[in-house]
């Protein structure tokens, strides 16, 4: 299962730092499956992907740039096919995919948690120098969720507020 690359744009790429807009907006996901805030109202894109086994399903993503960072978003109901008995492998197997992005090509650090009905890992990594991607990632039954935040701060503030805004249903 593919997932896109986090785009890195002029605004995320700005070594300066912008003003937070002071106004953040709830975002009700595809099937209000959870919402998350994002200081901004994002682009809403749905990818067309498929299982291992070839059986297609979309994949939400929401992309938002603010303040000199990036805001991603994405969640996807898998389909039967997709083996979702061991949470912890299929979120290994997204964090792989993502740490292609960062320039060791590994996590700088992880930490997993275990849920009733899944799991869910926090990851930090360098892209390059000066700017890092955070992610959260999670699996509850067949519900995929992944927060992405890209900037040269992921402990400040504003990706704390990201990451703490989720609300699963």
């Known amino acids: 299962m593919a ?6 744009t002029g605004a ?3 070594q300066g730092r912008l003003a937070i807009p002071a106004k953040w907006y709830v975002v009700k ?14 682009d809403h894109r749905v990818i067309s992907d498929a299982s291992a086994r070839g059986t297609p399903f979309a994949l939400h993503s929401y ?15 898998y389909p039967p096919d997709v083996d979702v008995a061991q949470p912890r492998r299929v ?24 849920l ?12 390059r120098a000066g700017t890092m991607l955070r992610l959260l990632t999670l699996l509850k039954e067949r519900r ?17 507020r990201f990451f703490k805004s989720l609300k699963l249903k």
Do not use: C, H, K
């Open 3 to 8: 997932l896109p690359a986090i785009a890195l």
């Open 12 to 14: 995320a790429q700005a």
């Open 29 to 42: 996901v595809e099937d209000d499956a959870f919402t998350v805030e994002m200081p901004g109202i994002p």
């Open 63 to 77: 992309s938002l740039e603010s303040g000199g960072f990036s805001y991603l978003v994405q969640t996807a109901l």
């Open 91 to 114: 979120l290994q197997a997204s964090l792989d995919g993502r740490a292609q992005q960062l320039a060791s090509r590994r996590w700088d650090r992880t930490d997993w948690r275990e």
């Open 116 to 127: 009733g009905t899944g799991a869910t890992v926090e990851a930090v990594g360098t892209v």
């Open 144 to 160: 995929y969720v992944s927060l992405a935040f890209l900037g040269a701060n992921v402990d400040g503030s504003e990706a704390n």
